[in-house]
């Protein structure tokens, strides 16, 4: 009977049958309740116009009778507005209301005024019965006005967890573009090889890690400087990733050693580039301490995907085979150190070590890693 009911209001509408609210309420919204098995017949339950501190509101559906649980404002077809929402809202609230509906008989918006947010932060879902699917339709009218669930409470319930998914979904897409940020400040060496990867697999030549850091910081700070005024707090939190060239010097680096290399307690360790760097601090830390890199190699937190130290060179790229053959460096008999790191992420561990050894970096250990 539903679908029927369904097919016919959305061939009525697409010849424009009805004209005004009133044939929306008649044609339309009280044909679907009779559909959902409300009893249309019996104002008490299905109560029309009825009355707010002087206000009325279109339907109020009721469980026990003259208890209302739904409202429902009616518009005509295509001027179902942020004001009508407003409005809607203020009668749910003063009433205790928990559905309300906004419906101009062709698009139908299910809300929940007591949870959080914005009007449309508190919507539910939105059902357009012409253009969606008409199981669709049917699914989403059964579930939320359904006389026996909403006397039963499964409709609420049902509301509520679609809710739940929906105000999810919106925090998810609001953090994404802080979380890629951070993965591009913060070089995340999956990312870098990701790209390193695909770099090698166009053009036959694979990029370093710096290369590919500063490639990202480059595009991203491009992206957030062509964003117009008024862009998204989301998309400002992208701007804060410094371009390429731009250098945030840490503690270490104001009291540096002028060439590559670093100075550990007053001694001197030159070296040839970032990579030498963190090979020679690591061998210095163990020489000073034997319990040194079985303590690093424990950290319950390295990379995402891999370990920084590892007994076994396979431990550091799984699944890598090209990069534990290019990229894995025998420190000490037994203990193998990953090299294909950006000078941001080898910064990262050099500080990871100085903790682990109990060493104040910058004021014990400064280093320059070079060009």
């Keep these: 009977m539903l679908k029927r009911d369904v097919e016919d209001i959305r061939d009525a509408i697409k010849v424009g049958r009805f004209t005004n609210e009133a044939a929306v309420c008649q044609g339309i919204v009280l044909r679907l309740l009779h559909a959902l098995s409300w009893p249309t017949y019996d104002t008490q339950i299905v109560s029309p116009e009825y009355s707010v501190e002087g206000r009325r509101v279109d339907f109020a559906l009721c469980h026990p009778a003259r208890k209302p649980l739904v409202f429902i404002e009616v518009k005509q077809i295509g001027q179902s507005d942020g004001a009508a929402e407003r409005q809607l809202f203020e009668y749910a609230f003063h009433?205790?209301?928990p559905m309300a509906i906004l419906t101009d008989g062709q698009e139908w918006q299910f809300f929940l005024p007591a949870e959080q947010g914005e009007y449309g932060?508190?919507?539910v879902y939105k059902l357009d019965i012409v253009?969606?699917?008409?199981?669709e339709t049917?699914?989403?009218l059964e579930r939320y006005l359904n006389y026996q669930s909403i006397c039963s409470g499964a409709a609420m319930e049902a509301a509520r967890a679609d809710y739940r998914n929906v105000a999810r979904e919106r925090q998810i897409k609001a953090t994404l573009p802080e979380a890629w940020a951070k993965l591009v400040e913060e070089e995340d060496d999956l990312l870098l090889e990701l790209l390193a990867d695909r770099?090698?697999?166009l053009c036959g030549y694979k990029p370093d890690p710096d290369t590919v850091a500063a490639f990202l910081r480059d595009s991203v700070q491009l992206k957030a400087s062509a964003a117009a005024p008024g862009t998204t707090k989301a998309v400002a939190l992208i701007a804060v990733v410094p371009p390429a060239g731009t250098h945030r010097p840490s503690v270490a680096e104001q009291q540096q050693p002028s060439q590559a290399g670093f100075i550990l307690s007053?001694?001197?360790y030159p070296a040839r580039n970032a990579r030498?760097?963190?090979?020679?601090?690591f061998a210095a830390l163990a020489d000073r301490d034997p319990m040194f890199l079985e303590r690093f190699a424990?950290?319950?937190k390295h990379g995402r995907t891999r370990r920084y130290l590892a007994r076994s060179r396979d431990d550091l790229y799984p699944g890598r085979s090209d990069l534990v053959r290019d990229f894995s460096y025998e420190l000490k008999p037994g203990w193998w150190l990953g090299i294909n790191l950006s000078r941001n992420a080898i910064e990262r561990i050099v500080e990871m070590a100085c903790v682990v050894a109990g060493v104040r970096y910058g004021v014990d250990l400064k280093v320059n890693l070079g060009l």
């Design 138 to 140: 049917i699914s989403r």
């Design 121 to 123: 932060e508190r919507r």
């Design 276 to 281: 030498d760097v963190l090979v020679k601090v």
């Design 95 to 97: 009433k205790g209301v």
């Design 266 to 268: 007053g001694q001197t």
């Design 199 to 201: 770099v090698e697999g």
């Design 131 to 135: 253009e969606r699917e008409i199981d």
């Design 298 to 300: 424990t950290l319950p």
